[in-house]
């Protein structure tokens, strides 16, 4: 390191009396996660770009996200029906139970179709998925990553990124409003169930609350919710894999850190979503 | 990958459009088959929206389609009739409230005593009727009632309660209970009166002898009967000098032409001047009319 005469060399942290030492970490941690937050950003438009490349080599991952699709879509139906299935069935009891005398009964089948189809459908289909599909999809990459898998694929000049993570993108894109499709389908029909068999509330005046303000736009909502929810999932699941240090220890703390990643960024895509396009949901 | 694999893939994408479509319709349209549409037009304000029902004399029929925003203040409304029901042509169509919470649904309620065998057909604008009062004007009619009955509530209060007016019904109601009192003891001896009056009359009445009352009234009878012969005579008497009377103010006879001839009145008058004068003249040279020959 160049001495420069009209500059004196900066004094040792540990040479500072411990009070100015602790005020000295603390900004330096703050620097340190704005910094790393920025180089965060940085790599995942990298990561974005480079995806982007990989859509030139449809032979590359068509097949495999047809793969893909059936390890999302498929073998995840079972769990997101049942999720919706209780969800659904439990909106339509409570609802049910804080309606006092006076109020139309019909309100329970509109309050269980508007949160299932705008709100707990999709959020809760993709914060499944985050916690089943997302941490597969980090450990599966993570593991090829650590057991240099991935330098083998580059080494036999295959594109990794348009092997491992694109088909998985698309089909999280694709299979996440399917599923949501079962799941607002199942959420509904569970609190009609619920409402109509368990609480005594009469078939027509669910149905009517059912029918009541609604329009397509809701239903398109909550698929544009679902699509993006599983572009989330599969594009930070698969990052956090792709960028997995050696080790078993590597590979489970980019899972931790991707299934946290995931869910909150499903929060705030929905909370952007409702702030951006509530307003046009009235009808 | 696996056949069947692509197979399950397909299916799941398949199905989930399916249940997508239909869903989508059955909420939107209350079902996979539509029903036919009615029209009509409502003031704005109405706090209508799309998939409320439609009621036809309280039962659900269909549902609001679409309610569309005019700018001259009414709201173009499409209804959705299920097929199988028909509305009468006098029904009219108005926004019920049906619940507390500014809920609306659209009457169609028929006329009473009206013809129901001609309905609106496809397409038809059904009149609106007038409107009923929502919760708010019930509300607030509610509540000029409630303020009304505050002020009664409170003039009760002054009046009743607090100038003594209660005290003042209280002895109003002693003394009506006294006044009562007394005037039942006045009956009671106005009773005892009338009892001991009727008796005597009783006893009078039984001392009374009959056959003198019987004689008396035959006397009284024979009385009245030649009362009323004497009164027809009369009459006739009466009717025979009314005609003496017409005729002499008719002139006729000596004595209606003694009351009517003016000119015999002046003969006479001058007779009696000329017998006046010829007794004078008597008086003055009686030798001139009388000469007395003895012999």
Do not use: C
């Amino acid at each position: 390191m160049t001495h420069f005469p009209h500059h004196p060399r900066p004094r040792d942290t540990d040479t500072f009396p411990v009070m100015q030492r602790s005020g000295i970490h603390v900004f330096r941690r703050i620097a340190r996660a704005v910094v790393g937050t920025f180089r965060r950003v940085g790599a995942w438009s990298y990561f974005v770009r480079d995806i982007g490349r990989a859509f030139s080599e449809p032979a590359t991952y068509g097949p495999e996200t047809l793969r893909q699709m059936k390890t999302i879509g498929v073998d995840s139906f079972p769990l997101t029906v049942i999720v919706a299935a209780f969800i659904g069935s439990v909106i339509a009891l409570q609802t049910r139970y804080q309606m006092f005398p006076g109020v139309q009964m019909s309100l329970v089948g509109l309050a269980t179709r508007q949160m299932v189809i705008l709100e707990l459908g999709p959020l809760l289909t993709g914060l499944v998925l985050a916690g089943r599909v997302g941490a597969r999809m980090t450990a599966e990459i993570g593991t090829m990553r650590v057991t240099e898998q991935i330098d083998a694929l580059e080494t036999l000049a295959y594109d990794p990124i348009a092997f491992l993570i694109l088909p998985r993108l698309l089909a999280a894109v694709m299979m996440l409003p399917v599923l949501t499709v079962f799941a607002n389908a199942v959420g509904i029909g569970s609190g009609y169930l619920m409402g109509v068999y368990a609480t005594g509330i009469s078939a027509s005046d669910f149905k009517e609350g059912l029918r009541l303000g609604f329009g397509t736009f809701q239903v398109v909502y909550s698929l544009l919710k679902a699509t993006m929810f599983g572009g989330a999932i599969s594009f930070f699941s698969s990052y956090e894999g792709y960028i997995a240090e050696a080790g078993a220890e590597g590979v489970g703390r980019s899972t931790a850190t991707a299934v946290v990643i995931t869910s909150v960024a499903i929060l705030v895509l929905d909370a952007l979503t409702a702030f951006l396009l509530a307003p046009y949901l009235q009808s | 990958m696996k056949r069947r694999d692509e197979v399950s893939v397909g299916i799941l994408i398949t199905v989930a459009v399916v249940v997508l479509l239909v869903g989508v319709l059955w909420l939107a349209r209350g079902g996979l088959t539509s029903g036919y549409p009615l029209y009509t037009r409502f003031a704005w304000g109405q706090n209508l929206k799309q998939g409320q029902p439609v009621l036809l004399a309280g039962v659900n029929i269909g549902y609001v389609d679409d309610v569309e925003l005019r700018p001259d203040g009414f709201l173009n409304v499409t209804l959705s009739i299920d097929k199988q029901y028909h509305v009468p042509r006098t029904s009219k169509a108005t926004v019920r409230a049906v619940g507390f919470f500014g809920d609306v649904a659209v009457a169609l309620t028929p006329r009473l005593g009206g013809s129901l065998a001609e309905v609106f057909a496809s397409g038809d604008t059904v009149p609106a009727g007038p409107p009923e009062p929502g919760v708010a004007e019930i509300m607030a009619h509610a509540d000029s009632t409630s303020v009304a009955l505050n002020k009664i509530t409170h003039a009760m209060q002054v009046e009743v309660v607090d100038a003594g007016g209660l005290r003042d019904l209280r002895s109003a109601i002693a003394s009506t209970a006294t006044l009562a009192a007394e005037m039942h003891a006045v009956l009671q001896a106005q009773s005892d009166n009338l009892t001991a009056t009727l008796a005597s009359y009783r006893r009078v009445a039984d001392a009374v002898d009959t056959g003198v009352v019987d004689s008396t009234l035959s006397g009284l009878r024979e009385t009245s009967r030649h009362m009323s012969l004497a009164a027809a005579r009369l009459d006739t008497g009466a009717t025979q000098l009314n005609d003496i009377l017409a005729r002499l103010r008719a002139g006729q006879g000596t004595a209606g032409q003694l009351l009517t001839d003016t000119l015999l009145y002046r003969n006479l008058r001058n007779t009696a001047a000329s017998l006046d004068s010829l007794l004078t003249d008597i008086k003055k040279n009686p030798g001139r009319y009388i000469s007395v020959h003895i012999f």
